[in-house]
């Protein structure tokens, strides 16, 4: 995720995110889903979808809890770079089967946790995720792109949606990997979400009044270093970016995500791509409808107003120096440079800890062994 850099212009925010929607995206919302958005046949069912994502600016949350989240994160990345003939029932189908390797080997280790239950915290649901995670990570390849580490780059899709990992050598970043442990996990049924923190996207277990008891529980699983770890509330409140006391009480960040707020964050990144590769209105078409899908984002109206306003001043000034100026000026470049010696700082103290520290419980079979060490390191504007 990028950093919130909040500029509130001087016209109204509910007039500008109407007038972009209402005057380019008739035109611009058919460019942000592949033509064939077919249903998928994958372990748990989904029901029919709109034909575009645009579309569900209009569902509702009970219509968007029907959908693959897998579908509408590829879907996002529709003709973006990086995503040139992207296949995305191909995509879906091998989550498919991922999810079917998934459901075996942990079928197939079940009776550890019931010969041993206390090794795995004495709840099932602990022992799912993490099997989830080692299958994922060991037997299939899923890894951080450590080419992300200490130089973030937002315009390669394949760093910010699922494609970069399914078939593909790329990897992940926080903003996609969360999201293939969520689509699996809801493929088997389990209660993932996802949530948010300052510059990081993670994976929650979210089923504290789950129908089946061997699923209730509720804890965090950050899955972008090797194995899995599950911190608290309170570690999202410090990392990797300190949260203010306003930002603490707020009601975004480290809540579970409703399905709009999820496909919120996609639009983001899609906004992220676009606006980083000069197609800046289309990134303003992106992050208007995000913030319509989750008004209560800081983030998305932040990129909103940023991007339009500084449209604006590169039009509304003829005289090169005074754009210079005010891009230099305006620029995170002080932000940004922090941002990369901390993100090098995290790395630096995640590999050390996977040296040192065993990545999963010991009493798993096959700890992750495929690719390297993948820490946890959000994604940072270039």
Known sequence: MRGTTLFLAGAGVATLVATLIGSTGGQLLTSLAPPSMAPVASVAPTEDRPAHLGDWLTASDAELAKSDIARLNLSAAGGLPGAEGLDVDAKLAELDRWAKHVA?????????FREHPGEYENSEAYF??????????????VHYNPARISE???TNSKDLFLH?????????TCVSMPVLYVAIGRRLGYPMRLALTKGHVFARWDGAEHVNPALRGRFNVEGTNRGLNTPDDQHYADWPNKLTDAERANDWFRRSLTPAEELAVFLMQRGHCLEDTGRTAEAQ??????HQLAPKSPEALAYLVNVVRGEAIARASSDPQAVAANAKRDSSAEWTAEKRRQATEIAREAIERGRIQPAVNPAMPRPPT?????????????
């Open 164 to 172: 970069g990992m399914i078939g593909d050598a790329n990897g992940g």
């Open 128 to 141: 799912r995720a993490l099997m989830l995670i080692v299958a994922l990570q060991g037997d299939l390849g």
């Open 285 to 290: 078409v992106a992050y208007a409808m995000a």
């Open 104 to 112: 075996s080997e942990t079928e197939r280790n079940l009776h550890r």
């Open 152 to 154: 973030p780059d937002f």
């Open 370 to 382: 495929g690719g390297p060490i993948a820490p946890q390191i959000p994604g940072m504007p270039k």
